[in-house]
């Protein structure tokens, strides 16, 4: 698959554009960092995929080509050892109503969050 000929990233929206001849995508970093193809995230099986939480404000911090097929992606709560080929790009843009809503289910069903955890020790009230 040949590399997109445009890509930005938004940082006030949290979302990666990527533009190829036919197609563009705006794909969420929240989605982009729970759906990381590192082994950190993926596993080395489906059975081993760790369900992210917490990641609705994470933001991209960095990102840098690894040769003509493919992105690595640094996100700004340290995760960095996912390289996103083309193609997954791809299809994370295209079917993004899928991964969004697997994901949401995933949450759902461990009763987990997007939102980040704060702990209470750090919290301060008015």
């Given at each position: 698959m040949q590399p997109p000929k445009h890509?930005?990233?938004?940082k006030i929206a949290h979302t990666l554009e990527l533009q190829w001849d036919t197609e563009q995508y705006q794909?969420?970093?929240e989605l982009l960092r729970v759906y990381s193809p590192s082994?950190?995230?993926?596993?080395?099986?489906?059975?081993?995929?760790t369900l992210q939480t917490g990641k609705k404000n994470v933001g991209i911090r960095q990102i840098e080509p690894v040769g003509n097929y493919?992105?690595?992606i640094t996100f700004d709560d340290g995760h960095d050892s996912g390289i996103y080929a083309?193609?997954?790009l791809q299809e994370m843009g295209s079917q993004q109503d899928r991964f969004w809503q697997d994901?949401?289910?995933e949450l759902?069903?461990?009763?987990?969050?997007?939102?980040?955890?704060?702990?209470v020790s750090q919290?301060?009230?008015k």
């Open positions: 890509i930005t990233y938004h794909i969420p970093a082994a950190e995230v993926r596993g080395h099986s489906a059975d081993q995929r493919a992105i690595r083309w193609a997954y994901y949401l289910l759902k069903q461990a009763n987990a969050s997007r939102l980040p955890n704060i702990p919290w301060t009230p």
